[in-house]
T-cell receptor, first 118, second 118 residues
Framework: AQKVTQAQTEISVVEKEDVTLDCVYETRDTTYYLFWYKQPPSGELVFLIRRNSFDEQNEISGRYSWNFQKSTSSFNFTITASQVVDSAVYFCALSEATSGAGSYQLTFGKGTKLSVIP | GAVVSQHPSRVICKSGTSVKIECRSLDFQATTMFWYRQFPKQSLMLMATSNEGSKATYEQGVEKDKFLINHASLTLSTLTVTSAHPEDSSFYIC??????????????FGPGTRLTVL
């Protein structure tokens, strides 16, 4: 069975600091997908990134970067020069391609609440 | 692209009444739609998975007679909370999986519906 662990429940940083959100996953499948979603106070989940298990290349998108390491089953998310608008709950999620008769069900971590203080 | 809408965004109803929540994929056709429930400060809990034209698959512990799901088209799924009670008060979120093969492994989320049962 799959599992996603986000050990950091809450993090507070001062604006312009860098912050890394940790995500560790467990799966028996060789084909799977990893995701990060942002949930601001409004409640809507915003898709940030998808990474498949065959692509370990790190990715950078503006101030956001992701470090995928299969050797440690981790998919960490770093925000550089954080801003107040980054304050939200961030969820890491795992989808096995073979789960739910191919329906790609998501297993979510418990989320990390990030507060960026001005 | 990949926009999902939900209606209504908020609803307050009396105990014993039924409430219908609509989930629409606006700019893509959804192979599969998912319904989640989220309690305050908690992660998302998958309630059911629905494929267009077939019966929904409910997760263990979710009453299918209480949470009726209809997925009549590739762009619309509805969740009806029947005979709602205060304990059904929660944040309900839908997501849709794009039929397009290039994005079919990603779920895109609606903005959520906050249900309050008095």
């Amino acid at each position: 069975a799959q599992k996603v662990t986000q050990a950091q429940t809450e993090i507070s940083v001062v604006e312009k600091e860098d912050v890394t959100l940790d995500c560790v996953y467990e799966t028996r499948d060789t084909t799977y997908y990893l995701f990060w979603y942002k949930q601001p106070p409004s409640g809507e989940l915003v898709f940030l990134i998808r990474r498949n298990s065959f692509d370990e290349q790190n990715e950078i998108s503006g101030r956001y970067s992701w470090n995928f390491q299969k050797s440690t089953s981790s998919f960490n998310f770093t925000i550089t020069a954080s801003q107040v608008v980054d304050s939200a709950v961030y969820f890491c999620a795992l989808s096995e391609a073979t789960s739910g008769a191919g329906s790609y069900q998501l297993t979510f971590g418990k989320g990390t609440k990030l507060s960026v203080i001005p | 692209g990949a926009v999902v809408s939900q209606h209504p965004s908020r609803v307050i109803c009396k105990s014993g009444t039924s409430v219908k929540i609509e989930c629409r994929s606006l700019d893509f056709q959804a192979t599969t739609m998912f319904w989640y429930r989220q309690f305050p400060k908690q992660s998302l809990m998958l309630m059911a998975t629905s494929n267009e034209g077939s019966k929904a698959t409910y997760e263990q512990g979710v009453e299918k007679d209480k949470f009726l799901i209809n997925h009549a088209s590739l762009t619309l799924s509805t969740l009806t909370v029947t005979s709602a009670h205060p304990e059904d008060s929660s944040f309900y979120i839908c997501s849709a999986r794009d039929r397009n093969l290039g994005r079919s492994d990603t779920q895109y989320f609606g903005p959520g519906t906050r249900l309050t049962v008095l």
